[in-house]
């Protein structure tokens, strides 16, 4: 996946279509690769669960995993599910028929994403899904109680095909504007890590289905105007908002979320400590730079934007670790940096003379 031209959209200089199709295409290409290699880290039960979450948002149906009743909210925007998909889910219903609706209401499912190290060098067999379910605003308290309901059940059904999954609601609009009750992953400790939070999110989500991170299509110089360039996207019809989420961006991140972090992380380290440790460097790096921060997800932007595609090179715990490795060796901290090397290493937790389940 490498070789790609440079693509550097000017929005006064007016914006090709094609080029946002471009752009989307090659996000979509490294996140198929990425899924790829999480499926090859899990085993057949827990593959099952992984490829059938679209499907299971999509329709309510009685013999499927997650049923609560038919008025639950259902309906992934602008899924399809292929033959192969439907067999699978046959497979667990016989009577399971999908019946697709030519006038199809508003879907309330707005996209689906896994966070976390699935696809990446740190994924192993006991990597936990992280799910948010994106949902439409405009759910009320009863919606959103039955769809609650459902992740509940899912993620029973998850537990007992040996698969560690959490489902996370997510209010786009409130999200963007930094509003948000619950925690959404499970290193999260609340909106005191909101931008953090998100660096995280667009550098290691997987995409499942839905609508695709508006983010993915501002280019890393104008984040610094993310608001009036999509604005200006949606304005001039360069793209849809229906095909779109947006979830905000990393123009800036607040200082005061580097000293909430690291108490978080401190706390995180009676139950993980390589990888509490390993984020807390990662923090370090980001605090040090302020108040120009260069997130690692703006980076992986950039990458793309540039035709840089290589798998292993974007993987954000290679990222993560090569400015953590970057900067203790500009301050010689050697002994520091041996201590990072060895965090990342326990925290893949991959012995090199036994290769893992079902990977070459």
Known sequence: M???PKIQPILEEGIDRKVLATLRARFLQINAAR???ALLGLSSRQQQVFRLLPLL???NHPLLPGYVSAATP???SGFEPDGELLGEAQRLARSFAYKPLR?????PILALFAMGSLGTVAQDESSDLDVWVCHEPTLDASQLAELRRKCDLL???AASQGCEAHFFLVDPVRFAS????AQLSSDDCGSTQHYLLLDEFYRTALWLGGRVPLWWLVPAYEEHRYPDYVAALLERRFIRAEEVLDLGHLAQIPAGEFAGAALWQLYKALESPYKSLFKLLLVEVYASQHPQVQPLAVAYKQAVYDGRLDLDELDPYIAAYRAIEGYLAEHADRERLQLARRALYLKINRALSRPPR???
Do not use: D, K, S, Y
Request: hydrophobic content about 20%; some cysteine; aromatic content about 8%.
């Open 35 to 37: 899924i790829e290699r």
């Open 103 to 107: 006038h199809r209401p508003p879907q």
């Open 74 to 76: 259902a309906g992934l």
């Open 358 to 360: 079902n990977r070459t």
């Open 2 to 4: 490498t070789g790609c």
């Open 178 to 181: 930094g509003e948000r009750q």
């Open 155 to 157: 993620q029973g059904w």
């Open 57 to 59: 948002f999509h329709v």
